[in-house]
């Protein structure tokens, strides 16, 4: 019987230590194999029917993952694409709260309409800083600079009692933090971070009667019958959120469904006890070098200021990290073990030495 460990090592086998995930991830042996299935496809002229299918097989495992029905998932290839959909829904003047220092490619679309009220407060005062003229709460569910959980159902609950809607960004969580996107108005997240895909695919989750949503970049593949929608203006648009969907990177897709695949033979939750008990173990290391971390309970990212000039030399060392905004930022998923976490340490304990 496979176990989360074999299961993991049947898939990785890093030559460095990698704790770069919320940058991007590494590609399960699988997902590999089924990009160079995908790429021979091409370059032999077989029929690519299969790489399509792939496309609707990947929207259904998100949907699973995301615990909403599968019409309520529209595929892309950005966050930013999906925040600048729901800018234009928006009535100029609309009051749009957001987190301070948020990722650029969910708040900046707000920022472009230019007749929109942004408003960005701390991360932790989020949901009391939500009033009655505020139309839409965006916010990451964890933040990309520092690993910070934004408390999602108190930020609904405001959201509610004000009548705003809410739009979060997951793509530093979907993957190993169980997602709830039916709670949500709006989810959108990426695929080659926790999802562990390559580059070329975001998904979002819209409501069921679309939010208000315009489609304004359909193609032939949001009409409710693709093939018959190749010329001319679509005149049935799909009936569910397909009609949100851009030209599929087929290459991405076919490489993707078998990263969801393992994603759910693992199950996020032992994903997420993983994750968390290697972060766990990180900042109980750098309080023993005298470091503290930015707070981030329950986060598989771990961010330390002032060390953030380290990640050259840690590099060096064959050790990936990042570094944003000045810290240092460790990111921990499936394939890492405890020796990475160690190793991380020792080095970071050699260089507070020679200082």
């Known amino acids: 019987m496979e176990t989360f460990e074999s299961l993991v090592r049947a898939e990785f086998a890093p030559k460095n230590v990698y704790l770069n995930t919320a940058s991007s991830a590494l590609l399960p042996a699988r997902t590999v194999t089924a990009l160079h299935r995908a790429v021979r496809m091409r370059a032999e002229g077989t029929p690519l029917g299969p790489l399509y299918e792939d496309v609707e097989v990947v929207r259904a495992s998100f949907a699973r993952l995301a615990g909403v029905p599968v019409e309520r998932v529209a595929t892309g290839a950005s966050v930013a694409e999906y925040g600048g959909l729901i800018a234009a829904s928006l009535p100029a003047g609309a009051e749009v709260l957001t987190a ?6 969910l708040v900046n679309p707000f920022h472009m309409r230019g007749d929109l009220k942004v408003r960005a407060v701390p991360l932790d005062r989020l949901a009391e800083s939500v009033r009655p003229d505020t139309a839409l709460v965006a916010v990451s569910a964890a933040q990309s ?6 408390d999602l159902p108190a930020v609904r609950a405001a959201a509610r009692a004000h009548g705003a809607r809410t739009y979060v960004d997951a793509s530093q969580s979907a993957g190993w933090l169980p997602l709830e996107a039916g709670a949500d108005d709006f989810v959108a997240a990426v695929g080659f971070k926790w999802l562990l895909g390559p580059h070329g695919v975001a998904f979002c989750v819209v409501p069921e009667d679309f939010g208000g949503l315009t489609p304004l970049l359909a193609g032939w593949v949001a009409g409710e019958l693709p ?13 569910s959120a397909r009609r949100f969907d851009i030209s599929p990177s087929l290459f991405t897709y ?4 078998t990263s969801l695949e393992l994603i759910e033979e693992l199950g ?20 023993t070098l005298g470091h503290e971390p930015v707070p981030s309970p329950g ?4 961010s330390v200021p002032g060390l953030g000039h380290r990640q050259p030399e840690l ?39 020679r200082r």
Do not use: K, M
């Open 268 to 287: 996020v939750s032992a994903i997420q006890a993983h994750d968390l008990d290697l972060a766990d173990r990180f900042r109980a290391g750098l309080a």
């Open 299 to 302: 986060s598989a990212i771990v």
């Open 227 to 239: 093939w018959d929608s190749c010329y001319g203006p679509v005149e049935d648009l799909a009936h």
């Open 145 to 150: 600079a520092d690993g910070r959980i934004a």
């Open 254 to 257: 076919a490489g993707l469904r």
């Open 100 to 105: 301070e220092a948020d990722f650029a490619s």
């Open 315 to 353: 590099s060096a060392a064959g050790i990936e990290v990042s570094n944003r905004a000045g810290n240092l930022r460790a990111a921990f998923h499936l394939y890492n073990i405890p020796e990475d976490v160690d190793r991380l340490l020792d080095v970071l304990s050699s260089s507070t030495t």
